[in-house]
């Protein structure tokens, strides 16, 4: 593309690979370039969307409004029950509390806000500005906690510390805190604790109901309708099943470690993903219960006997389209190429914002050639791959949404807000509906990309 | 009586944003301008994510992306880095540097490191049309709110680029001091503007940035947008005429322009409902030296009428009203005209001249003022609105939660306005705006009738 060489920084060249152009190297891991305009959060933001969606805890962000007014209820995790954590708090910093430090207004508001609302327990996250003028976090909390009595636990997410990645291992620790304080009397030897699912759209639940009818108890949510009790008592269950590649991945290792407790990696998305997780912790039990195995596949069979009549249409409309894709964790981009196989589609870019060396290999090895790969991409980038590759779906998420549509090219929503359960045998209903929609709807015609002018059109007509 | 803040310490569902936001959307109303943080990368993208959810624009914020090691060394290589590639690949005209919470407080002295990176950026043979205007803004996010940072952003803009050379005579132009207005609402000025056939220019002008057409190709930086020639000539314009009570007084943009230039000052509310607009045309009949056009006097005589044929429909409705505290005095102000009692108006922000700014907008139409809070978030207006049982409220999305509670409706005005579609195009300004709010309000009350109704009737 010609002017693909203006908009690619130097520095970012060994970030984007083309698959059978040469031989496979992606560099990846790396700090965001300056002035580049990453898609990336930081690591305040990687610690608070792993943590808020335990429903009956008090999240209570340490430092000025934006970081608290910018995630308030920003993903649409449900809760069946209490909904504390769809509320949004602050210490909202002052120019005075810099000067002099925050402990003391965090501590009274702490003391206000768990009188208040009652929680479980406390996640305090720290922000910024908070690292630097140097508050104790974790003295204020022990204070706390020795005089309300329940789990006040410090989040140490300062957002220059990293990118999302290091604020997801922030709150893998802060959960660990939990981990081992409950009882775990009369839970069965066939168990699991889901990691990594947010609920978002009410996800977890369609998991939880797999599992249910595979005869295996869910321990704890974590964290999507995440409960503080059942955090405590995560170590009574057999197995962790853990999904997308950063988030939770940390906790289910300090668990193998510290209680034994053995994990799997899945994922929900797609229907060969979906089947594959459900039937990997089925094989995981089949020593217990021998009928564990066959119990899954009458639920696998049930499940797609419904679907794949469903997609019949849907893979008629869309097959040799092509898709997009650039999303935050790799794990989803991983179950998206196979989804989109699935429907018929080719996949011709992918990308992610934090994803690991070894997440890039799999990519590059499930893509087909002349599939872009990139790490950390920025809009410049992004909007010139869609353009060169004259794609039809862009899936991503509320950043990616207007570069796609500023262009005329169809977009799939594949973002924390969604209200459309992506996850399951459903959700992949769902998502080839929503491809659909987009890919099938007549607006296109009208975009400059693909109509002429009206004035061409007129001097064609006459 | 000045200090109307809040009686808790913690803040819960915030009633504002932070400071580095407003002056990223003032900046976006620059032609061939990039709006840059410097701070850490998450700043620019939940502000990014923010803005986009309601513009449904492609809104790029530049980072300076600090690490761990900057926070402790400073942040100016990395300041300087992103300054020349923001330069190198988005070709950008302006670069707008609002500084952060984080780098305020490591104590970068950003004036000086841009100054210096001026200086060697010419030392290095880049010809001056090469190189962007740069400016910097101080928004520390502890101080103040996004519109205390938009305002300063406006400020910093005029104070770097205005000119005046001392042979250049006073043009014909008027500048226009908006403040943050929908994309809707600075087209509809220009239109007025164009109209009276008063030369303007309006800074900033979100008018195409945050609402373009559908394009052929991505555009590093969106059309539109004031032009760095027209902010130049700031400085000899004839008048200025900003928009907004809170800055009665302050030291805006207006002010500098004024001291600075001698460019006579109009200070007016943001027009809203009838009163504040016919304000608005009395100051453009005195610059244009002719009578308001008959458009917009039949506009005016409309809205009347419909003040006329809906005002049962909205008399003794009882109102709360949040937001930016320039949008809850225009909005309180019209819905006084209205007959709508405002039973609370509060704002996150923070002035001090809210109470002020009301009681002359009431201009004794109700004998009493109605509830004024500054400094609140949506906990204290929860707890004040539970025993004014309003009717209705006005504010944008994030009161949304109220409005389920109470089982009343939301009139979405300002932003954000996450939840529903077309936010950028709501009007909100002069006759056309106030005709619009009006029949969304007495829509809003006979739709909550009629479904309240057992009857089920389809006539009024």
Known sequence: ?462 | MSDYSSPYISTTNACKLCKPLGACLAFRGIEGAVPFLHGSQGCATYMRRYIISHFREPMDIASSSLGEKHAVYGGEANLRQGLQNVMKKFGARLVGVATTCLTETIGDDVPMILRTFKREMAEQGTAHQDLPAIVNVATPSYSGTHMEGFHAAVRAVVEQLAECPEDAGRSAAVNLLPGFTSPADVRYLQEIMADCGIPVIVLPDISETLDGPALDDYRKIPDGGTSLAEIARMGCSRATIELGRTLFGHESAGRLLETRFQVPLHRLGVPIGLRESDRLFEVLQLLAGVETPEKHVLERGRLIDAYVDGHKYTFGKGAVIYGEEDLVIGLTSFLLEIGVKPLLCASGGKSGRLREAIEDVNDSILPELPIIREGVDFYEIAEEAESLSPDLLLGHSKGYHLARRFRIPLIRVGFPIHDRFGGQRVLHLGYRGAQELFDRIVNALLDAKQEASPVGYGYM
């Not at chain 1, 910024?128 to 309300?148: F, M, N, P, Q, W």
């Not at chain 1, 549509?405 to 594949?414: A, M, N, Q, T």
Request: proline residues 3%; aromatic residues 8%; contains cysteine.
């Open chain 1, 1 to 462: 593309m010609s002017n693909e060489s203006q908009l690619i920084f130097e520095e970012r060249e060994d970030q984007i690979h083309r698959k059978g152009e040469q031989p496979y190297r992606l560099a990846c891991d790396r700090d965001s370039l300056a002035g580049a305009v990453s898609q990336r959060a930081c690591v305040f933001c990687g610690s608070r969307v792993v943590l808020y969606p335990i429903a009956d805890a008090l999240h209570l962000v340490h430092g000025p409004i934006g970081c608290a007014a910018y995630t308030w209820d920003i993903r649409g995790a449900l809760s069946s029950g209490p909904e504390l954590h769809r509320l949004s708090f602050s210490t909202d910093l002052q120019e005075k509390d810099v000067i002099f430090g925050g402990e003391e207004k965090l501590h009274r508001a702490l003391i206000e806000l768990i009188d208040r609302h009652g929680p479980k327990a406390a996640f305090v996250y720290s922000t910024c500005i908070v690292g630097i003028i140097g508050d104790d976090l974790a003295a204020v909390c022990r204070r706390v906690s020795k005089e309300k009595e329940l789990p006040v636990i410090p989040v140490q997410s300062e957002g220059f510390k990293g990118n999302k990645r290091a604020g997801y291992h922030a709150a893998c620790k802060a959960m660990f805190e939990l981990v081992g304080t409950g009882d775990v009397s009369g839970i069965s030897p066939l168990s699991v604790n889901i990691l990594g699912d947010f609920n978002l759209a009410g996800e977890i639940w369609i998991i939880r109901e797999y599992f249910q009818r595979m005869g295996i108890e869910t321990v704890a949510n974590i964290t999507g309708d995440g409960r503080v009790d059942d955090l405590r008592r995560t170590h009574g269950a057999a197995l962790n099943v853990v999904q997308c590649s950063g988030a939770t991945m940390d906790l289910a290792k300090m668990m193998q470690e510290k209680f034994g407790t053995p994990f799997i990696r899945v994922s929900y998305f797609g229907v060969e993903d979906m089947a594959e997780s459900l039937y990997a912790v089925a094989r995981f039990f089949e020593k217990q219960d021998s009928n564990v195995l066959s119990r899954t596949q009458e639920l696998v069979h049930e499940e797609l006997s419904v679907l794949l009549p469903q997609l019949k249409e849907f893979r008629q409309a869309l097959r040799g389209k092509k898709a997009a894709i650039y999303v935050g964790g790799a794990f989803k981009a991983f179950s998206l190429v196979k989804a989109f196989r699935l429907l018929g589609m080719k996949v011709v870019l992918v990308g992610s914002q934090t994803g690991t060396a070894e997440d890039y290999q799999e990519l590059h090895e499930i893509t087909d050639e002349g599939t872009i790969i990139v790490d950390d991409s920025n809009p410049l980038e992004l909007s010139s791959f869609l353009k060169e590759k004259d794609v039809d779906i862009f899936v991503g998420g509320v950043k990616e949404r207007p570069i796609a549509y500023k262009l005329g090219v169809g977009f799939c929503d594949h973002n924390h807000e969604r209200k459309e359960p992506l996850e399951g045998f459903v959700g992949m209903f769902n998502f080839a509906r929503e491809v659909y929609t987009s890919v099938m709807s007549p607006v296109w015609r009208f975009v400059p990309r693909r109509s002429r002018t009206l004035a061409e059109e007129r001097f064609a007509g006459s």
